[in-house]
């Protein structure tokens, strides 16, 4: 499986920014997919995670009701939708996918099997 993210770049606080995440090499709809970020000196945590089937999705508490995550199945792809940004959003956002995770452990980056390799976004105040 490769993953292959994108979108990143600078803006200043309050406006948007789309990231994309490209899937390739699996059976893309069997795949829990998860946008992870990691800001400078911090550890890497959960923005948002939608499952593989049904397409539940999970938000980490910093970006509720700002970010929204989407999946296309067809297009094999993974859309994170990241409104009103703030400062504190400043970070490298990875791309991370994995098949057998289950509800209760979405946020433990640690198991999922493949990442992308990052995409740096910059929000000024």
């Known amino acids: 499986v490769q993953l292959q993210a994108s979108g990143g770049g600078w803006v200043q606080a309050g406006d948007s920014l789309r990231l994309s995440c490209a899937f390739s090499?699996?059976?893309?709809?069997?795949?829990?997919m998860g946008w992870f970020r990691q800001a400078p000196g911090k550890d890497r945590e959960l923005v948002a995670v939608?499952?593989?089937?049904?397409?539940?999705?999970y938000y980490g508490d910093p970006v509720k009701g700002r970010f929204t995550i989407t999946r296309d199945n067809a297009q094999h792809t993974v859309n994170l939708q990241m409104n009103s940004l703030k400062p504190e959003d400043t970070a490298v956002y990875y791309c991370?996918?994995?098949?057998?995770?289950?509800?209760?452990?979405?946020?433990?980056?640690?198991?999922?099997?493949?990442w992308g390799q990052g995409t740096e976004v910059t929000v000024s105040s």
């Open positions: 939608i499952k593989r089937r049904g397409g539940s999705t």
């Open positions: 090499g699996g059976a893309f709809s069997e795949y829990t």
């Open positions: 991370a996918a994995d098949r057998g995770i289950i509800t209760s452990s979405l946020y433990r980056s640690e198991l999922y099997d493949h």
